[in-house]
């Protein structure tokens, strides 16, 4: 049942986010060591690939006008990122990347844009398609990652290595955003293929994994990388994330799309993000959490 080809690595950056209150860094880069507690490595027998620490979270000079806070921390920490990322691609293993913030998905799209072509099924709550085109509000990457890793935005992040857009239009699957989500028409006059929560329930959560994975091997890619910000999930069930929401989905639902995902041999890294152990004092939504993604690699047969 367990995957020993899957590694677990570190990515413990919060560069990303806003701070959620005046001198206050945003708690999620202690994701990695929360779900660490919670004996993720053993659990799914993995290999521990260490990690890689991010430069200092500081936004004190940054004022709204300035494009994306901590950009420059962002250009230095990504190509890291994607190097050890890039290893383990090499290696045969299946990485599960623990953020850190939603921006870490700049370091995934890195490594796989340096060998080929590759797809993104993007499980959020948000479709995080902020960008200059649409926004005066740009500023924290973490609202903005899949406009960035899809090329909009500054070049600087958009373009490292001159190797931008990092995942094509045609390759990217969004799941599980909000029906209000004030991008969703952009996202479908653009061509993004995308199942909200509503539409994901009405078609059922496997059926709709299925799809997903047949529509990223129509697009001729050579893998694709699955991201997972929790606030996904239903904000009574995980309101330890920095802009939860209800009407999300619950852990049953996601067990079953991410396992689904999982199970394709296409399938070839993971990125959890934006949890929030500051949120969660007593431990109880960390391991919660850590069930539901050993139950989806299960589920996978992995």
Same mark, same amino acid.
């Given at each position: 049942? %367990?995957?020993?080809?899957?590694? *677990?690595?570190?990515?413990?950056?919060?560069?990303?986010?806003?701070? @959620?209150? @005046?001198?206050?860094?945003? =708690?999620?880069?202690?994701?990695?060591g929360a779900i660490? /507690?919670? &004996?993720? *490595? /053993?659990?799914?027998?993995?290999?521990?690939?260490?990690?890689?620490?991010?430069?200092?979270?500081?936004?004190?000079?940054?004022?709204? =006008?300035?494009?994306?806070?901590?950009?420059?921390?962002? #250009?230095?920490?990504?190509?890291?990122?994607?190097?050890?990322?890039?290893?383990?691609?090499?290696?045969? &293993?299946?990485?599960?990347?623990?953020?850190?913030?939603?921006?870490?998905?700049?370091?995934?799209?890195?490594?796989?844009? &340096?060998?080929?072509?590759?797809?993104?099924?993007?499980? /959020?709550?948000?479709?995080? +398609?902020?960008?200059?085109?649409?926004?005066?509000?740009?500023?924290?990457?973490?609202?903005?990652?899949?406009?960035? #890793?899809?090329?909009?935005? $500054?070049?600087?992040?958009?373009?490292?290595?001159?190797?931008?857009?990092?995942?094509?239009?045609?390759?990217?699957? *969004?799941?599980? #955003?909000?029906? /209000?989500?004030?991008?969703?028409?952009?996202? &479908? $006059?653009?061509?993004?293929? !995308?199942?909200?929560?509503?539409?994901?329930?009405?078609?059922?959560?496997?059926?709709?994994?299925?799809?997903?994975?047949?529509?990223?091997?129509?697009?001729?890619?050579?893998? +694709?990388? %699955?991201?997972?910000?929790?606030?996904?999930?239903?904000?009574?069930?995980?309101?330890? #994330?920095?802009?939860?929401?209800?009407g999300g989905l619950?852990?049953?639902?996601?067990?079953? !799309?991410?396992?689904?995902?999982?199970?394709?041999? $296409?399938? %070839?890294?993971?990125?959890?993000?934006? +949890?929030? @152990?500051?949120?969660?004092?007593?431990?109880?939504?960390?391991?919660?959490?850590?069930?539901?993604? !050993?139950?989806? +690699?299960?589920?996978?047969?992995?």
């Amino acid at each position: 049942m %367990i995957n020993r080809g899957v590694a *677990v690595l570190d990515a413990p950056s919060n560069l990303g986010l806003r701070p @959620p209150a @005046p001198g206050v860094v945003p =708690g999620c880069y202690k994701l990695a060591g929360a779900i660490r /507690d919670c &004996r993720i *490595v /053993d659990r799914l027998e993995a290999a521990d690939a260490g990690c890689v620490t991010p430069p200092r979270y500081d936004r004190h000079a940054w004022a709204p =006008g300035d494009g994306v806070a901590n950009a420059a921390g962002l #250009v230095a920490y990504t190509p890291k990122l994607a190097d050890r990322i890039g290893h383990l691609m090499d290696a045969g &293993r299946f990485a599960l990347v623990l953020g850190g913030d939603c921006s870490i998905l700049l370091g995934a799209a890195l490594a796989m844009r &340096r060998v080929g072509r590759f797809g993104l099924v993007f499980l /959020d709550g948000h479709s995080d +398609f902020r960008h200059p085109g649409n926004s005066a509000s740009v500023g924290a990457a973490a609202g903005e990652d899949l406009a960035l #890793v899809t090329g909009r935005g $500054q070049a600087d992040i958009t373009s490292i290595e001159g190797l931008g857009p990092y995942v094509g239009d045609d390759d990217v699957v *969004v799941m599980g #955003v909000r029906s /209000d989500d004030e991008y969703l028409e952009e996202l &479908r $006059q653009l061509g993004i293929a !995308v199942w909200t929560v509503g539409e994901l329930r009405s078609e059922g959560s496997a059926n709709v994994s299925t799809s997903a994975v047949a529509y990223l091997e129509r697009s001729a890619v050579d893998g +694709f990388w %699955i991201h997972l910000d929790v606030d996904v999930l239903d904000s009574e069930i995980m309101p330890a #994330v920095d802009s939860s929401a209800p009407g999300g989905l619950d852990h049953d639902e996601l067990v079953t !799309v991410l396992g689904g995902l999982l199970a394709s041999p $296409q399938s %070839i890294g993971l990125d959890v993000t934006v +949890f929030d @152990p500051d949120l969660d004092a007593d431990g109880t939504l960390a391991g919660r959490l850590t069930d539901t993604l !050993v139950a989806a +690699f299960g589920r996978a047969g992995l």
